[in-house]
C-alpha cells in the first residue's frame, strides 16, 4: 500500500486539476507510476451522442486513441459489461477489468487483438465517477499483460481517492456551465448597440462588450487608463468617480447611491456620449475576489447604424431600393436628401416611401424611424447583414 | 500578538501553523482586558492555527480553540494542520475562482436585465437555458414567441420551422460543425401588434464540456411595440430640455405626430412647434427624424 504522503500528494494533484484542467495529465501520471499503469484517462460519454470523448489521459498512442473513439469503444467487451452493470455512479462501481470478463473470453475478441494487444495491454481498472440522464464520467487505467491483473491494492488506492475524483469532476462540471453561461452573455452584449463597462469595486475594468470597445478605443469622451476609466474633461471624471465609488458602495451594501447618469462631453465637437451608472446586485461574499460591483452603460448618439438595408430588406420584404430609403431615413436624413443621396427623384423617393410605411405598418417619418430604430436598430447586425447579403431572400 | 501574527502572514505556509502560547507570553496576555472580557467567557483560551493565503488587501487565517481548563494545542494539532495545509490552500483557490466566475456571470446577467431587449439562450437541443428579464415578458404575453418544454416555437408553422432552422444551423456553428451565421427573423404576432425582430446566432465557446448543459444559441428579441419608459427627466437633463420641451421630445419619441403631441398635452399647435424649434436647437438637430435617430439612439433605455 501507498505511503499517507504519496496518497495525499495524489489528492493534492486532484484538486490541483479541479482548479486547472491542464493538471489532470500531472495527476495521472503519478497515479499510473503508482499503480504500475499505462494509459490512464477521465471519460465523458455523451448516450446521446453515437461516440464518446476521452477527454483527457495520459500513456496513450494518439493514433489507438484516435481508432477507439472511432471503432474500438462500440466493440469493447468491458463497456458492454459496464453498461448493463452501472446503473449508478459510486464507489462500488470500483472493479478490475478481469472481474467482468475473463481474460480467456476477452483473448476471443476483436477488440483484445486488434486494440490491445498491439499495445501489449490486456488488464484495466476503472469506476464511474458521475452519472446524469444524457451522459457519465469514468476513470480508467489499464496495465500491460506481462505486469498482471490490478490486485486489491490498486482498488484500495482507486477507493481512497474516489470522492477526491468525484468532488474534482462535479466542481469542474459547475464551473464549466458557468464559464458556458458567463460567455454566452457577453456574446449577447456584443450584440447590441449599447456600450457595456464591468467595473470592480475600485472602478477598475474587469470586462467591456464590442459597442464599448469601439467607444473606448475612439479616446474621444471616455478613457479606459490603468487606473480605472476616466473622462476627457477632468470635472467629467470626477462626477464619473463619484458615481462608480456610490454605486460600488451600493452593491457592496454599504450605501444606497443608485448611481446616475452623465453626459460627458468629447474633445472632438461630437454630441456627448451617454454614461449611465448602475451598481450590481449585492455581492454577498465577494470581498476577497475581483468581481464587478458596477455597470457603465454607454451610448454614442452619433454611432449612425451602418448597412442595415439587408436586414430591413429581409424583415419587411422591402426592395432594394426601399431598404436604402428606409436606412437613410434611420440615419437622419430627410426623404429629400434621400432621393438627392440615391440620384432619383423626388417622386420616386415619395414613392418608396409610401411603400415602406405600408410594408412596416406605420403612418408618417418619425413612427417609421422610431420602429426601425426600437426594433432592428437595437441589435448589432453587422455580421449578420453580411451573411445575409449571400443569401437571397 | 498581533505583529508577531502580521510577520507570519506574510510568508504562508506550513511552517506558519502557531498556537497561541508561541505568539504571545501568557502571563502577559492574561492581564489584557482582550484575555479577561473575551477570550476567557468565550471559551477560547486554547488556539492554534495559520495564515493560509495572502492578498494585498485581505488575508485569510485558519483557527481552532479550546477553553482554559483543556490542554494546550501541541504537535499532534500542529501536525495535522500542516498536513492538511496544501489542501487548505487549494479549496481556498477553487473557492476564489468560482466566486470570480459567479460574480462576472451575474453582473453581465444583471447588464443584460437592464437593456430593452429580450435575451434566450438555448442548449444545443434547443432547449431554454436561461432568459433576461425583458424576454420573460415576451415569452409570458405567447405572443409570436412561446416558451415549450421542448424549447422555443413561433406563431405559424412556416415561421417555426423558420426558427427552428436557424437555432439547429447556429447550435453546429457553435459545436464547431458548420459555418452557419443564424439568421434575423419577423415574427408576426397574433395579437396584430407590430411583429417582434429576432436574431438567432450562435454562442460561447464550449469546450471540454462535453457533459455540460451550457448555451449554444442566443436569440436577441426586440419589441417595437415596447414603450420606452418615461425618459422626461432623462432628455431634460442630458439636453437641457425644459419639462414641457422634454414633455414634447418623449412623445415624438414613442412615436406621435406634432399635432398629436399638441393634442395630447392640450397646448396649440403653434407652441408645440416652438417647444419643438427648441428642442432642435438644443440637441443640434433640424428635423424630425435626426431628432428621433438622437434621441433614441444616444439614450439610455433601460427597463
Not at chain 1, 96 to 116: H, I, M, Q, R, S
Not at chain 1, 155 to 166: E, K
Not at chain 1, 174 to 195: C, N
Not at chain 1, 280 to 307: C, M, Q, W, Y
Request: net charge positive.
Amino acid at each position: 500500500m501507498l505511503s499517507q504522503e504519496k496518497v495525499l500528494s495524489l489528492v493534492g494533484r486532484i484538486y490541483d486539476a479541479a482548479a486547472d484542467v491542464r493538471l489532470w495529465p500531472a495527476f495521472l501520471e503519478d497515479f499510473a507510476d503508482a499503480v504500475d499503469g499505462t494509459t490512464t484517462g477521465l471519460i465523458f460519454y455523451d448516450w446521446s451522442a453515437s461516440d464518446a470523448k476521452l477527454d483527457v489521459s495520459v500513456r496513450y498512442d494518439p493514433a489507438y486513441a484516435r481508432q477507439y473513439v472511432q471503432h474500438y469503444y462500440s466493440v469493447n467487451p468491458w463497456t458492454q459489461a459496464w453498461k448493463k452493470r452501472w446503473n449508478c455512479a459510486g464507489p462500488e462501481t470500483i472493479e478490475a477489468g478481469d472481474e467482468n470478463v475473463e481474460l480467456a473470453l476477452l483473448e476471443k475478441t476483436e477488440f483484445y487483438n486488434d486494440y490491445l494487444l498491439p499495445q501489449s495491454d490486456a488488464h484495466q481498472m476503472g469506476c464511474m465517477l458521475t452519472k446524469t440522464d444524457q451522459t457519465f464520467a469514468a476513470f480508467t487505467c489499464m496495465r500491460r499483460r506481462k505486469t498482471g491483473a490490478f490486485g486489491p491494492d490498486e482498488l484500495d488506492l482507486l477507493r481512497l481517492l474516489f470522492p477526491h475524483l468525484q468532488r474534482a469532476v462535479t466542481f469542474r462540471r459547475k464551473v464549466a456551465e458557468l464559464e458556458g453561461r458567463y460567455h454566452a452573455s457577453l456574446d449577447a452584449l456584443d450584440r447590441l448597440p449599447t456600450g457595456v463597462i464591468l467595473l470592480d469595486g475600485s472602478g477598475r475594468t474587469v470586462a467591456t462588450n464590442r459597442e464599448a470597445d469601439r467607444v473606448l478605443r475612439q479616446n474621444d469622451g471616455l478613457l479606459a487608463s490603468s487606473h480605472g476609466i476616466r473622462a476627457s474633461r477632468p470635472d467629467d471624471t470626477q462626477e464619473l468617480r463619484g458615481m462608480i465609488a456610490g454605486a460600488a458602495r451600493t452593491a457592496k451594501g454599504e450605501g444606497t447611491g443608485a448611481g446616475g447618469l452623465l453626459a460627458l462631453t468629447r474633445p472632438s465637437g461630437k454630441r456627448p456620449l451617454t454614461v449611465l451608472v448602475a451598481p450590481v446586485g449585492r455581492n454577498f461574499f465577494a470581498t476577497d475576489v475581483k468581481t464587478p460591483s458596477v455597470i457603465l452603460f454607454v451610448t454614442d448618439p452619433e454611432h449612425k447604424v451602418e448597412s442595415l438595408a439587408g436586414a430591413l430588406a429581409r424583415l419587411y420584404n422591402l426592395t432594394t431600393a426601399e431598404s436604402r430609403v428606409a436606412e437613410l431615413l434611420m440615419q437622419g436624413e430627410t426623404a429629400v436628401r434621400a432621393a438627392e443621396r440615391l440620384g432619383v427623384s423626388h417622386n420616386t423617393a415619395r414613392t418608396h416611401l409610401q411603400r415602406i410605411y405600408r410594408k412596416t405598418g406605420t403612418m408618417h417619418q418619425g413612427e417609421l424611424v422610431r420602429l426601425l430604430l426600437a426594433g432592428p436598430a437595437r441589435l448589432s447586425l453587422s455580421e449578420v447583414t453580411e451573411h445575409l447579403g449571400t443569401c437571397a431572400r | 500578538m498581533e505583529s508577531r501574527w502580521t510577520r507570519s502572514a506574510r510568508h504562508p505556509g506550513p511552517d506558519t501553523v502557531y498556537t497561541g502560547e508561541q505568539l504571545i507570553e501568557s502571563e502577559q496576555f492574561r492581564k489584557t482586558e482582550f484575555y479577561n472580557d473575551y477570550v476567557v467567557p468565550n471559551r477560547i483560551v486554547r488556539h492554534f492555527g495559520s495564515p493560509l493565503a495572502l492578498h494585498p488587501r485581505w488575508v485569510s487565517n485558519l483557527s481552532s480553540h479550546r477553553p482554559g481548563n483543556r490542554e494546550p494545542f501541541g504537535s499532534v494539532e500542529i501536525d495535522l494542520l500542516k498536513v492538511l495545509f496544501p489542501h487548505l490552500q487549494r479549496a481556498i483557490q477553487l473557492h476564489r475562482r468560482f466566486e470570480e466566475l459567479e460574480g462576472r456571470h451575474r453582473a453581465s446577467l444583471e447588464a443584460l436585465n437592464r437593456l430593452p431587449v429580450g435575451v434566450i439562450m438555448l442548449d444545443k437541443s434547443g432547449r431554454i437555458v436561461a432568459t433576461n428579464r425583458e424576454a420573460e415578458r415576451l415569452l409570458h404575453q405567447n405572443d409570436g414567441l412561446f416558451a415549450t418544454s421542448h424549447g422555443i416555437r413561433a406563431s405559424g408553422q412556416n415561421y417555426s420551422r423558420e426558427l427552428h432552422g436557424m437555432i439547429a444551423g447556429a447550435a453546429k456553428t457553435a459545436e464547431g460543425e458548420g459555418t452557419a451565421a443564424g439568421g434575423l427573423l419577423a415574427l408576426p404576432r397574433p395579437s396584430g401588434k407590430r411583429s417582434l425582430t429576432v436574431l438567432v446566432a450562435p454562442a460561447g465557446r464550449n469546450s471540454f464540456s462535453t457533459d455540460v448543459k451550457t448555451p449554444s444559441v442566443i436569440l436577441i428579441v426586440t419589441d417595437p411595440e415596447k414603450k420606452l419608459d418615461s425618459l422626461a427627466r432623462t432628455l431634460a437633463r442630458l439636453y437641457d430640455l425644459t419639462a414641457a420641451e422634454s414633455r414634447v421630445a418623449e412623445l415624438l419619441m414613442q412615436g406621435e405626430t406634432v399635432v398629436r403631441t399638441a393634442e395630447r398635452l392640450g397646448v396649440s399647435h403653434n407652441t408645440a412647434r416652438t417647444h419643438l424649434q427648441r428642442i432642435y436647437q438644443k440637441t443640434n438637430t433640424s428635423h424630425q427624424g435626426d431628432l428621433i435617430r438622437v434621441l433614441v439612439s444616444g439614450t439610455p433605455h433601460l427597463s
